[in-house]
């Protein structure tokens, strides 16, 4: 069953990264969805991320710090789960925090989604934002590179986690 993607692009509002992968739907997932994963790739080297906490559930959180190499840590997401198709999307937001509470000081939605293309995985990224001002700070801080980079770098960790198997 395809899902789609829950609202209407906007390209004024709407960043989005979409590429085809070698890795299958479920390891991009599960690279999402598990902290220790997530901690592997989430953001470009040579920042790290130090702290994941994710329940996987509508309202449920999604949170992550990141550090920068001169050890200042920051938070990177904080927010919580909108809706969940296992293997097929995930959306978050820091609108809100878990369990639906409104954030003070809101960002943008993201929307993960995964299609089965042979045997990996076309991937599309969106970072859905509220203005045309927030979209283009997120555009200037490097949404297409970074992102970019980080699925390059899941990619490898799941194929190293897949070799190991």
């Not at 989430?42 to 509508?58: A, K, M, S, Y």
């Not at 449920?60 to 001169?70: A, H, K, L, N, Q």
Request: glycine content about 6%; charged content about 20%; proline content about 8%.
């Amino acid at each position: 069953m395809t899902h789609t993607i829950p609202a209407q692009l906007d390209p004024r509002l709407d960043l989005v990264l979409e590429r085809v992968v070698d890795v299958p739907p479920e390891l991009v997932w599960k690279a999402w969805t598990t902290p220790e994963h997530l901690m592997k790739w989430f953001c470009p080297l040579p920042w790290t991320t130090v702290e994941c906490e994710i329940d996987l559930r509508p309202g449920g959180i999604f949170r992550t710090v990141m550090r920068s190499p001169e050890g200042h840590d920051m938070p990177a997401s904080n927010g919580c789960f909108l809706h969940i198709v296992e293997n097929e999307l995930l959306v978050f937001t820091d609108a809100l925090q878990p369990d639906f509470r409104p954030a003070e000081k809101p960002f943008f939605t993201a929307v993960i989604k995964l299609e089965r293309q042979g045997s990996g995985t076309k991937y599309t990224a969106i970072a859905m934002h509220r203005d045309e001002e927030a979209a283009k700070q997120h555009a200037e801080m490097g949404f297409h590179v970074g992102w970019g980079i980080a699925l390059d770098q899941l990619v490898a960790h799941m194929k190293s986690v897949q070799a190991a198997v």
